[in-house]
Nanobody
């Protein structure tokens, strides 16, 4: 089993920054790799950034140069630093375990709301 708890969301203005956190516990293999996803109202969930166990990193084109995914292994916590936020970044952000590891590790947290006003 895997438990993921996101925090750090909020209401900000365009151009502001936020840092999301994802505290992970449980299966050490599954929590070795995390993806950050977001879902906006009426839209499908999309990958924002992912980090593998070997620290390979992927970003959605829409966030490259603005968002940074990182990890603190000692705290079993993953972060998503979001700079220069735009209204189109609005959505519920989830961390999902097992990035690129398959469905056996497909656990996600409850999500944290990010709202960016123009």
């Amino acid at each position: 089993q895997v438990q993921l708890v996101e925090s750090g969301g909020g209401l900000v203005r365009a151009g502001d920054s936020l840092r999301l956190s994802c505290a992970a516990s449980g299966d050490i293999i599954c929590i070795s790799a995390i993806g950050w996803y977001r879902q906006a109202p009426g839209k499908e969930r999309e990958l924002v950034a992912g980090i593998t166990a070997g620290n390979m990193i992927d970003y959605a084109d829409s966030v490259k140069g603005r968002f940074t995914i990182s990890r603190d292994n000692s705290k079993k916590t993953f972060y998503l630093q979001m700079n220069n936020l735009k209204p189109e970044d609005t959505g519920v952000y989830y961390c999902n375990a097992g990035y690129q590891l398959g469905l056996a590790c497909d656990f996600r947290g409850q999500g944290t709301q990010v709202t960016v006003s123009s």
